[in-house]
């Protein structure tokens, strides 16, 4: 079992390359917010992987954790470019 979550491990790093190169590459801001957000993905299985491989709950934590994260920022990247703007502010005075 050990063998197949390091298979599991690798496959998911080597699976980020090509995430990472959009990322870089564009062409549009949503493609790289879109790719910024599965790269979270990526890192959250990650981290769950280590967690069975060591035989720790410890890193659940972390995991559950990056994922809050990666949820807020993704929405507040998509808030951001709908409207420009991530804290609408009350300008009525």
């Known amino acids: 079992m050990d063998y197949f979550i390091l298979i599991l491990i690798v496959l998911i790093s080597l699976t980020m390359i090509p995430i990472i190169y959009r990322l870089v590459k564009g062409p549009t801001a949503p493609d790289r917010i879109i ?10 299985a990650l981290v769950g992987l280590f967690s069975i491989y060591v035989k720790t709950s410890f890193y659940v934590e972390i995991a559950l954790l990056l994922a809050i994260l990666s949820f807020i920022g993704t929405t507040a990247f998509s808030k951001f470019l709908e409207k420009g703007d991530i804290i609408e502010r009350d300008n009525s005075n």
Request: aromatic share 0%; charged share 10%.
């Open 35 to 44: 790719a910024l957000d599965a790269i979270g993905v990526c890192i959250i």
